[in-house]
Structures are given as C-alpha cells and as structure tokens.
C-alpha cells in the first residue's frame, strides 16, 4: 500500500550539507515481476534493457552528480552548483519516472479502474474512453523523447492530463503528483515496435495497473 509520502515523488536533490557524510546512495529498484512478464505487450528484451541499462544509468548518473554538488556545496561553489542542475534534473528525474512507471505496469493489469478513481475520470474527461484517447494523443504527440501523465492538481481537487519532455519530472515541473506516466522515449518500445509509437501506446493499456493508479489518487487526493 502507498503512504501520504507518495504524493511527494522525490525527496531533495541536494540534502543538507550536514548529511554529507552519511548520504544514502539512491538504487536501483527491483522491479515487481519477471522481465517476461508483460509480453506479449512489452518484450522481454526491452525490459531488460529499459530497466538494468537505462534506469540504472540514471542512478549511477544522479549519485555521481549529486556527489559533485555536495562537494561544490561544501567548498561554497555557487558556479558549479549551477552547472550540476540540469544533469540533477535529468538524472534525477529519470529516476523517479522509471521508479514511478515499473509500479503503473502489471502482467494482471488492462482493462478499465473501478470505484472512485473511475468516477472522477468520468468527472473530469467525460468519459474513461476520451481520457484513455487523451492521454495518448498526448503522448504520441511529444516531440522527441519524454512523457504522458495523468497527475493530480491538489489546489484544484481534479484529474489533469500532461507531457514532460526528456526526463523531466512531473511533479518538480507542473505541480501536478504523478499518478500514471507513459514512457514515450524510443528505448520504451523501439526493439518491438521500431518507430511506430502509435502502436506502442495502443499495447501499453493492456498492462496498466490500474490497482496501483488508485493508490496512488487516493494517498494524495486528501
């Protein structure tokens, strides 16, 4: 089950200089099935790969950069504190969007979400239809690589709809707490669906975990 502290998708970047000793070193999560699990929807081979190259590369990247930030920190290098933050919002970004996203998949997952968050999507979209038509013309349209999102607005109590370039992450960027990302960068898909995302985005529905979507609405619409 998800705590309140869901709704806070990352804790800071850069922790207080006295934690510079006893840092906690950010990790590479497990994921909570086999590699094989979500075929045919997602190969085998592309998890693999998404997870243990390309998540773990952000780990390694974000512990290595924020390294470099404490020391400029410690040594009062405001220069080269600025120069880290676009490789702290990358790095870091991309790892709280792939931990986010292994948890909105699941090989029991598909079909539609039930009780509340399902009224709430019909409350705020019209319809489960136009919001699952939605998000991925919201996905399919980023330019490049980056994201689709279903986030919560707490201010305003309703369901919104959102892209995110590269790694950019949601929350850090719109406000919005992360509640369904889709990965619309081409190491998501490209191996099985080479550069049609469309058909990507129309297989990904099959293995939505709409249980763990629900969670995280009801941790955070309080």
């Not at 590369?57 to 974000?62: D, I, P, R, T």
Request: glycine share 10%; hydrophobic share 35%; proline share 5%.
């Amino acid at each position: 089950m998800l705590s309140r502290a869901a709704c806070s998708t990352s804790r800071k970047l850069a922790p207080a200089l006295g934690s510079l000793g006893s840092r906690q070193k950010y990790t590479l999560p497990d994921l909570p099935y086999d590699y094989g699990a979500l075929e045919p929807h997602i190969n085998a081979q592309i998890m693999q790969l998404h997870h243990n190259k390309h998540h773990a590369a952000y780990v390694n990247n974000l512990n290595a950069t924020e390294d470099k930030y404490l020391e400029a920190l410690e040594k009062g290098d405001i220069s080269t504190q600025i120069a880290l933050q676009p490789a702290l919002k990358f790095n870091g970004g991309g790892h709280i969007n792939h931990t986010i996203f292994w948890t909105n998949l699941s090989p029991n997952g598909g079909g539609e979400p039930k009780g509340e968050l399902m009224e709430v999507i019909k409350r705020d979209f019209g319809s489960f239809a136009r919001f699952k038509e939605k998000l991925t013309a919201v996905s399919a349209g980023v330019q490049g690589s980056g994201w689709g999102w279903l986030g919560f607005n707490k201010e305003q109590g309703r369901l919104q709809i959102a892209a995110c370039a590269n790694q950019d992450p949601l929350q850090g960027t719109t406000g919005l707490i992360p509640l369904l990302g889709i990965d619309v960068w081409e190491h998501a898909y490209y191996l099985q669906y080479k550069n049609v995302r469309p058909d990507y985005l129309k297989a990904i529905w099959n293995v939505i975990n709409w249980d763990n979507v629900t969670e995280r609405y009801m941790a955070c619409k309080q």
